[in-house]
């Protein structure tokens, strides 16, 4: 089971690149890394799936390294709406016995 | 845009209550998931269902059942209620898809408070 780790919370300030690192040591061959986005009183959204090097977006860009113990999803530019809980999931097609969200990071945007 | 629906954004049950949540997606999904989400814990995924009449246990099904008798719809059953269940329900549906992870859908989550 691919547990993921991430930190429970950082502050930005308005404007500034936020990097949030997952780290998930035990990840299978097959595995993808997703990150999702939630705000209050709404279910999560997809942002953002890789498997290797770096992968970018219209909202964001993952990188995930050779060894892949670890992925780091990058906001650039934030903005006060950027506000939400991030989680970080490893899982692969058809393993839905294997989801495993974690905790969350907390984001908080300041002006 | 996939649209996946909750029965009640707020409920509020008896302890005891046999309690009925209802999903529906509108994408033809196979996969359909129900997880809780408590403070400082995450989504934990109780049951999820790959096709029509199928179900699998996910981390915590205990006090929990589901039903899968159409495609589009997933219902979670907790058969007796209780205090330790009140939390926020959220249901989610993915295509099945090789060759990467499925992406899920999220519906907006249902507030169940058990008195």
């Known amino acids: 089971l691919a547990k993921t780790t991430q930190p429970i919370s950082m502050d930005s300030y308005e404007g500034q690149e936020v990097n949030i690192t997952c780290s998930h040591n035990?990840?299978?061959?097959?595995?993808?890394i997703t990150w999702y986005q939630q705000f209050p009183s709404q279910g999560p959204r997809f942002i953002i799936q890789?498997?290797?090097t770096k992968v970018t977006n219209e909202v964001a860009s993952l990188f995930i390294p050779a060894d892949r113990k670890s992925s780091t999803l990058s906001l650039p530019r934030v903005s006060l709406s950027d506000t939400a809980v991030y989680y970080c999931?490893?899982?692969?097609?058809?393993?839905?016995?294997?989801?495993?969200f974690g905790s969350g990071t907390q984001l908080t945007v300041l002006p | 845009d996939v649209k996946v629906t909750q029965s009640s954004r707020y409920l509020v049950k008896r302890t005891g209550e046999k309690v009925f949540l209802e999903c529906v997606q509108d994408?033809?999904?196979?996969?359909m998931f129900w997880y809780r989400q408590d403070p400082g814990l995450g989504l934990r995924l109780i049951y999820f269902?790959?096709?029509?009449?199928?179900?699998e246990k996910g981390d915590i099904p205990e006090g929990y059942s589901v039903s899968r008798e159409k495609k589009e719809r997933f219902s979670l059953i907790l058969e007796s209620a209780s205090t330790n269940q009140t939390s926020m329900y959220l249901c989610?549906?993915?295509?099945?898809?090789?060759?990467?992870?499925?992406?899920?859908?999220f519906g907006p989550g249902t507030r169940l408070t058990v008195l």
């Open positions: 989610a549906s993915s295509l099945r898809t090789s060759g990467s992870s499925d992406t899920q859908y």
């Open positions: 999931l490893a899982s692969s097609s058809g393993s839905a016995r294997q989801l495993t």
């Open positions: 890789g498997y290797k």
């Open positions: 994408m033809d999904h196979e996969n």
């Open positions: 035990n990840i299978a061959t097959n595995d993808y």
């Open positions: 269902s790959y096709d029509v009449k199928m179900k």
